[in-house]
């Protein structure tokens, strides 16, 4: 087994994601910037190509950017999670950001004065629009969306969805506080009447300020984060370091990206929002369970009780190591690989995801050098699960995450 020690220090108690780098847009299970910033002092990072090649909205960017990186790179195949990286770390003028609110906010009073404009505008193609949002609610959506799209400068565009997205989630059915798609109790729904034009004009107020305030000023001329709508591309022996959070399981039964986007990717335009979940890790099942490997005795011990799980939970570690392979090679030697995970339980079995891990890097010439294990803390995701799926009998999915550090072979 590789070397798992207890680190307090990683716990950051007391703090949240929003103590260093407020993000712009809810998004589930997120990586502590703190956690990256953290290590790369322990570390003495402080330059070099940055790699997340499972970039969410972008939690390892803003560590290398406090670290002092300038050159980072991110691939995810969520167009809302590149949406918000894009958003988070593109550089714009907020002056042209605020001249283009007023702009806005002016068209929109003006087209609301006529009540027969609201027929010009195309209804959006949303899977069942009426069971997730009111008549009035889809209107005045619609409306903020039409002169959003006639902003041209396409930075700038990008800025003003990160609020709509906002918006379509809390002005809809949903129950917000979850991050799958589950509709309102039905004496909820008679009660709600959102006033989705203040509400979006409240939340770009908001996203305005925080741009401003925490990532404007970092963003210089020399700091370059591409991010790239897409499965990663591997680069032979180009990165110096790689900072990531990959998924804890399949999406379908651990953190369901692809749900609590559903319906922000839909009023975005994105005609297969509701197949994201299926394109991510574990997406595909395979034929056969994987028999070796420090994997396979757990595999091997779900499949006892459920083998449909068992392939299940195949499919995401086979999807997983092959995604290790590919980012193995593109670090250079001596680089560092530090990917932060948590071990789900599956049907009453802890898997060792972040052993596997190590494993996995050790196969592609890097050395193991330490595991930190923390507390785990302000992540949303579900903290029980229903192993037996039975009513009423839950166990903890994860109390703690695991810090994998590795160090490519000279």
Known sequence: MYQVVRNEKYDFIGQSYATVYPNLHKYPATMLPQIGIEIFNELDIK????????????????????????EMHGFDINPLAILIS???????????????????????????????????????????????????????????????????????????LIPFSETVRECSYTRNNEFKLFRMKTE???????????????????TISLYSNYYYPK???????????????????YFDVVLTSPPYGDSRTTVAYGQFSTLSNEWLGVDYARKIDGMLMGGVKPKQNIKSGIIADYISEIN???????????????????????????????GKSIYVVGNRNVKNVQLPTDQFIAEKFERNEFKHLITYKRALSNKSMP????????????????????????EKKR
């Open 188 to 206: 909820d729904l008679l009660r709600f009447n959102p006033d989705v034009i203040g509400i979006y004009l409240k939340k770009l107020e908001d």
């Open 86 to 160: 894009k958003a988070r770390f593109t550089k714009v003028s907020v002056n042209e950001i605020v001249a283009t609110k007023k702009e806005l906010r002016n068209n929109v009073y003006e087209f609301l004065k006529n009540e027969k404009n609201i027929e010009t505008l195309k209804p959006p193609k949303i899977t069942n629009i009426d069971y997730w949002f009111s008549t009035q609610v889809i209107a005045n959506l619609a409306i903020i969306k039409n002169f959003i799209e006639q902003i041209q400068d396409e930075n700038i565009r990008r800025f003003f």
């Open 219 to 237: 963003l210089d001329k020399n700091v370059t984060v591409n991010v790239q709508y897409s499965t990663f591309q591997p680069k032979d022996e």
């Open 304 to 334: 006892k009780v459920d083998s449909k799980r068992a392939l299940d939970v195949s499919a995401f570690y086979n999807d997983l190591s092959f995604s290790i392979n590919q980012v193995a090679k593109s670090v250079c030697k001596g």
């Open 383 to 406: 903290s029980k699960n229903s192993p037996t799926n039975k009513a009423g009998k839950t166990v903890n999915t994860m109390l703690w995450e695991y810090v994998v550090i590795c």
């Open 47 to 70: 330059s070099g190509k940055l790699l997340d090649p499972y970039c969410g909205s972008g939690s390892s960017f803003a560590s290398g950017l406090e670290c002092g990186l300038t």
